[in-house]
């Protein structure tokens, strides 16, 4: 693989060292606030881990919901700190109400453990990848290890800009793993080749769409994401959520597929 990755780094390049983890713990909370599915926790225990049994003080970042670079309680991280801690009995798991202070700098010193950060979207510059923010975040290790394979792709203060201010920068093992699935995947894909997409919106997946056309054999749209097409067929959407200044791409996208994008057949308008 050629992203450098935390199997790179020597014992003694993490012992004793404060690891910035940037992981995805953007996890569905239920109406009494706690975590519904711990998949994309679990997901992250292996780096975690890794670091921690070489010595290692983990610092966590993550974003939760969407709330608008301020903090609003229901999208607080300490719901999922609680399960962390469930989930690693044997680490102090420790979390802090604030990002880019000076208690979170004084909690990341200290000793072994885990210490979890509140909410990276509470910060009006994570999204604007904030130049002094991500130097701020940089503070806060000794070496960054970004192991949120499904926040990469956004160029923010806690993944693309703080990467920049610290150094070794390298991927965790969650994140490795993804990589050399997809490269092989992307690389030289088994025949048929069937890509499924979800989500809510085209715009935020309108460069995976376009990349992945020419490769696959087949491309399954799902999810409310499939509405903004059914409008582009002309097909009655009812109150579902539909992209309008997205129409026309939709269109362009299934006149260049051909027979190659599928959307649900089984749907039902009300």
């Known amino acids: ?23 995805d713990f953007n996890v569905p909370l239920d109406d009494h606030g706690r975590v519904s599915d711990d998949t994309r926790i679990r997901a992250s225990l292996p780096t975690i881990s890794y670091l921690l049994e070489r010595g290692a003080r983990v610092i966590l970042l993550s974003h939760l919901g969407r709330p608008k670079g301020k903090p609003e309680e229901k999208y607080s991280l300490e719901p999922v700190a609680r399960r962390l801690a469930e989930l690693l009995p044997k680490a102090p798991v420790t979390f ?10 004084k909690a990341t010193h200290g000793g072994s453990g885990v210490v979890l ?40 203060a806690s993944t693309e800009g703080v990467a920049r201010y610290l150094k070794p920068a390298v991927a965790g093992l969650l994140m490795e793993k993804e990589l050399e699935y997809l490269g092989t995947a992307l690389g030289n894909p088994k025949r048929p080749f069937v890509a499924v997409l979800g989500g809510a919106k085209i715009s935020g997946k309108i460069d995976v769409i ?18 903004t097409f059914f ?15 997205r129409v026309q791409m939709a269109n362009e996208l299934l006149t260049r597929s051909g027979s190659k994008i599928v959307l649900p057949v089984d749907d039902r308008v009300a």
């Not at 020597?10 to 910035?20: P, V, W, Y």
């Not at 940089?138 to 990469?152: I, K, R």
């Not at 409008?231 to 200044?245: F, I, Q």
């Open 231 to 245: 409008k582009a067929m002309g097909v009655e959407t009812g109150k579902s959520l539909v992209e309008p200044d």
């Open 117 to 156: 950060l509140e909410n990276t979207r509470f910060l009006g510059g994570e999204e604007t990848n904030d130049e002094r923010l991500a130097r701020a975040l940089a503070e806060l290790g000794d070496l960054y290890v970004n192991d949120a394979f499904g926040s990469a792709h956004r160029a923010h």
């Open 96 to 105: 802090v109400e604030s990002t880019d202070t000076d208690e979170a700098m």
């Open 210 to 227: 376009d990349s992945l056309l020419p490769k696959v054999d087949r491309m399954i749209i799902g999810g409310a994401m499939a509405c």
């Open 1 to 23: 693989m050629q992203k450098k990755t935390i199997r790179d780094l020597r014992d003694a390049e993490l012992r004793g060292k404060r690891a910035l983890v940037r992981v």
